[in-house]
């Protein structure tokens, strides 16, 4: 079973930047679609990015486009949320997920089988 942990999270002010860091162990992801949603209480989870074990192909929610970078260590089995100039809306808890799946909705919660237990990210104005 794959396990998702992720790491990286904490305090800022606006405008700073954070890393956040997953790994995953207990399975295989080499061939997963790895990405990061955020969730704030009261609100439904939403999409940030994805990634292809390709490296090659990505995907940005248009509120965090041009300011947040994914990448990926295939060799690590370890993904990462590079975020710039931060804004207090970006506050939440932010999880890690992967799925096999290749085909469907990547940007839909439900799509992923597996979630890490989530990093809170809070950005003070």
């Known amino acids: 079973q794959v396990q998702l942990v992720e790491s990286g999270g904490g305090l800022v002010q606006a405008g700073d930047s954070l890393r956040l860091s997953c790994a995953a162990s207990?399975?295989?992801?080499?061939?997963?679609?790895m990405g990061w949603f955020r969730q704030v209480p009261g609100k439904e989870r939403e999409f940030v990015a994805a990634?292809?074990?390709?490296?090659?192909?990505?995907s940005y929610a248009e509120s965090v486009q041009d300011r947040f970078t994914i990448s990926r260590d295939n060799a690590k089995n370890t993904i990462y949320l590079q975020m710039n100039n931060l804004k207090p809306e970006d506050t939440a808890v932010y999880y890690c997920?992967?799925?096999?799946?290749?085909?469907?909705?990547?940007?839909?919660?439900?799509?992923?089988?597996?979630w890490g237990q989530g990093t809170q990210v809070t950005v003070s104005s």
């Open positions: 997920v992967s799925t096999p799946k290749t085909s469907g909705s990547f940007s839909f919660f439900l799509h992923y089988e597996h």
């Open positions: 207990g399975g295989s992801v080499g061939r997963h679609i």
């Open positions: 990634i292809w074990w390709t490296l090659t192909t990505t």
